[in-house]
């Protein structure tokens, strides 16, 4: 079906490195390491990364630098599923 979410999904993975920007809702995967530009109540799975089982809360905070990676808030790993919210990162 065009325009279904599974069609939007795919084009985002397969264009991620000519796009300026990538959209990513509940039930999507992170197509590429990202940093957010807007968060909306974006909570990640990082399990794969970090161990942890309960989802990792995210921002488009500038953040300080220096600080290790797994106390970036305002970042997002690739493989890492969407568990509620919507984002915008580059």
């Known amino acids: 079906m065009p ?15 000519a796009r300026r920007h990538n959209f990513f809702t509940s039930g ?8 957010l530009i ?3 109540h974006l909570a990640v799975n990082e399990a794969a990364l970090t161990g942890e089982s309960a989802a990792a809360q995210k921002n488009a905070d500038i953040l300080d630098q220096g600080i290790p990676l797994p106390d970036r808030d305002n970042m997002v ?8 919210g919507l984002g915008k990162a580059v």
């Open 3 to 17: 325009g279904s979410q599974e069609e939007r999904e795919e084009i985002s993975i397969q264009r991620t490195g």
């Open 77 to 84: 790993y690739m493989g890492c599923p969407i568990e509620s």
């Open 28 to 35: 999507n995967k992170i197509p590429a390491d990202a940093r």
């Open 38 to 40: 807007e968060a909306h």
